[in-house]
């Protein structure tokens, strides 16, 4: 579960990488022909792609998270139950003993 975490991190990076690239380009630097303005969108189709999966992965990486701490069992502590402890009087009656608990 935990072993993808480094490989999720690094396809981050690689992906907010791309994207600050793709922003700090000057908009001049941008040729308008049909060839690139598609290969433009396709790059743009493939990162929203990457992205999406990305956010798919981390989509269940979270719900496998919530499932496993849902299925700790944790023991509720036993309850303290306070013990009443019994008065009891010994009476020496003759040569009888005599007990008398309330």
């Not at 975490?5 to 981050?12: D, H, Q, T, Y």
């Amino acid at each position: 579960m935990f072993a993808r975490r480094p490989s999720m991190k690094l396809a981050s990076a690689m992906l907010a990488a791309t994207i600050v690239v793709g922003f700090a380009l000057p908009a001049s630097a941008q040729v308008l022909n049909s060839t690139t303005s598609r290969n433009g969108l396709i790059q743009r189709n493939d990162l929203q792609i990457l992205q999406n999966q990305i956010q798919r992965q981390q989509f269940q990486q979270q719900q496998q998270q919530y499932r496993a701490q849902d299925r700790v069992i944790v023991q509720p502590p036993p309850p303290v139950v306070p013990q009443a402890r019994p008065t009891c009087q010994t009476q020496i009656i003759g040569s009888t003993a005599v007990s008398t608990c309330r």
